[in-house]
């Protein structure tokens, strides 16, 4: 297979790769309103359970004070029947002063029982209205939920169809290459193949060794960008054609001056080494004699 075919297979790959991880990634935050939503009944249906506790004290507390005012009241009644019987001013005195207790015991215990019964009844209303909210948020979970395992259904069933047409879009490539470049999308936001301007990736916008650009204009293997990991191909374009061969015959030659240069550093160090390897045969010859 010709690279060009390989790099156009790749750059056909990669469409229908993004699509797929771009779904898979769809498929991962559907859940996630859901569970929002979720949360927020919890959160309501704790605030109801509060809210039913209160209005159970309150209630309780209102049975309590109609009980106290009915004694209240029980009790002046009781007295002002006693005193037709009455004989003595002590008698009157205190029947008079049990009669005025009582009424003041009544008159307080209803005031407090009025409000306790407005607290009541707004307590009702509140849970009346939390009950209604937990019903609405229900009915959306039940039929957000409805929606999600549709939804997720569909999204699977259209990954295994882009399954297919990797598979038909990658085949005749090596399998470690689409394995590397399927890392490549997911972690460079689906861009695994770029082309070379220049000397620079358009990637990751570094300028590239002169090497990896004369490597990637033959096109003669998949080259890998030293520092962002993208496959690199060759894509001359109008605006820089006429600049291009003068930017990597100069780069070419400044890595060729440095290739020379470590070369015949090694290459000194090489006599060096066979130099003092000679002195030292010569001097074992000469303790011989």
Do not use: W
């Amino acid at each position: 297979m010709l690279m060009e075919e390989v790099f156009g297979k790749l750059q056909e790959y990669q469409g229908i790769l993004t699509r797929r991880v771009e779904i898979e990634r769809e498929i991962d935050e559907i859940p996630r309103a859901l569970e929002t939503q979720t949360e927020l009944l919890s959160r309501i249906k704790k605030t109801y359970a509060e809210k039913h506790q209160e209005f159970e004290a309150t209630e309780a507390k209102v049975r309590e004070l109609k009980g106290s005012l009915a004694e209240a009241e029980g009790s002046r009644e009781h007295a002002e029947k006693a005193m037709d019987g009455i004989t003595t001013q002590r008698e009157y005195e205190a029947l008079n002063k049990e009669i005025r207790d009582s009424g003041d015991k009544e008159q307080s215990y209803r005031k407090d029982l009025q409000r306790e019964e407005r607290s009541l009844a707004e307590a009702e209303e509140e849970l009346r209205k939390y009950e209604s909210m937990i019903q609405s948020q229900e009915s959306e979970i039940t039929e957000k939920t409805a929606k999600v395992n549709l939804d997720t259904t569909e999204k699977r069933n259209e990954i295994a169809s882009l399954r297919d047409e990797e598979k038909k879009a990658s085949e005749g490539i090596d399998s470690d290459v689409i394995f590397k470049f399927e890392r490549i999308i997911r972690n460079k936001q689906g861009l695994g193949i770029v082309p070379v301007r220049g000397v620079v990736c358009t990637g990751c916008h570094m300028i590239l060794p002169a090497h990896f650009v004369n490597e990637v204009r033959q096109g003669n293997k998949i080259i890998f960008c030293p520092y962002c990991s993208r496959v690199l191909f060759h894509q001359e374009t109008p605006e820089d054609a006429g600049d291009v061969l003068s930017e990597i015959e100069s780069g070419s030659l400044s890595d060729l001056e440095d290739y020379i240069g470590e070369g015949e550093e090694e290459a000194d160090d090489e006599n060096d080494d066979d130099q003092d390897k000679d002195s030292r045969d010569d001097s074992r010859e000469d303790s011989d004699d």
